[in-house]
């Protein structure tokens, strides 16, 4: 299995932009998260769906982020419009497939940096 | 916020060294779990303990929880210059097993 795949890997945007993160999570994984990890805050867990539909978005910082995951193995996570203080490394993780439902798998990032 | 607190926040060893790092948390949970984060990558989950269990083994590995004291500790024994990583714990708050809330980590540097 490839695990989970997020794009882009580096993101620069100017303030204002609208930025799209992407995620494909691991294929039979039923559980979905997007989380940000900055030096200040560390790792926050901004929402997670299970089965596509999502089941807590009490970490999302503002309206101006969204997600969505319009089938299994595919989701957004979507900043409009972005601001400086978005700048952050945000990572994708699915779980679930029944043996380890706990364990997370991590994709390897994206690091957003808003100028 | 933070439930779990890691410490020490930085810690440098040598190779063969043991190296111990601890995780205090505030409310009730189903389970704890600890990662390990190479510079620059995502994070990769290295062991789970449930609630009602004391200790947990996993190769050089070694995870004890205190539900009394809400504390873990993770042993790695004979540490090698390739564990060198951040070493979060996260936990899941009772009544979920999946809204991991996850500390701020320990920078453990191993020099060969």
């Known amino acids: 299995d490839a695990g989970v795949i997020q794009s882009p890997r580096h993101e620069v945007t100017e303030m204002g932009q609208e930025v799209t993160l992407r995620c494909k999570p691991i294929s039979g994984h039923d559980y979905l998260f997007w989380y940000r990890q900055t030096m200040m805050r560390g790792l926050e867990l901004l929402i997670y769906f299970n089965n596509n539909v999502p089941i807590d978005d009490s970490g999302m910082p503002e309206d101006r982020f969204s997600a969505k995951m319009p089938n299994a193995s595919f989701s957004t996570l979507k900043i409009q419009p972005s601001e400086p203080r978005d700048s952050a490394v945000y990572f994708c993780?699915?779980?679930?497939?029944?043996?380890?439902?706990?364990?997370?798998?991590f994709g390897p990032g994206t690091r957003l940096t808003v100028l | 916020s933070q439930q779990g607190e890691e410490d020490p926040q930085a810690l440098s060893i040598q190779e063969g060294e043991n190296a111990t790092m601890n995780c205090s948390y505030k409310t009730s949970i189903n389970n704890l779990q600890w990662y390990r984060q190479n510079s620059g990558r995502g994070l990769v989950h290295l062991i789970l303990i449930r609630s009602n269990e004391r200790e947990k083994h996993s190769g050089r590995l070694r995870v004890t929880l205190d539900t009394s004291k809400k504390s873990s500790s993770l042993l790695i024994t004979a540490s090698r210059a390739a564990d060198t990583a951040s070493y979060f714990c996260?936990?899941?708050?009772?009544?979920?097993?999946?809204?991991?809330?996850f500390g701020k980590g320990t920078l453990l540097t191993v020099n060969p």
């Open positions: 993780a699915s779980s679930g497939g029944g043996r380890s439902y706990n364990e997370q798998f």
């Open positions: 996260a936990t899941a708050p009772g009544g979920s097993n999946y809204k991991l809330t």
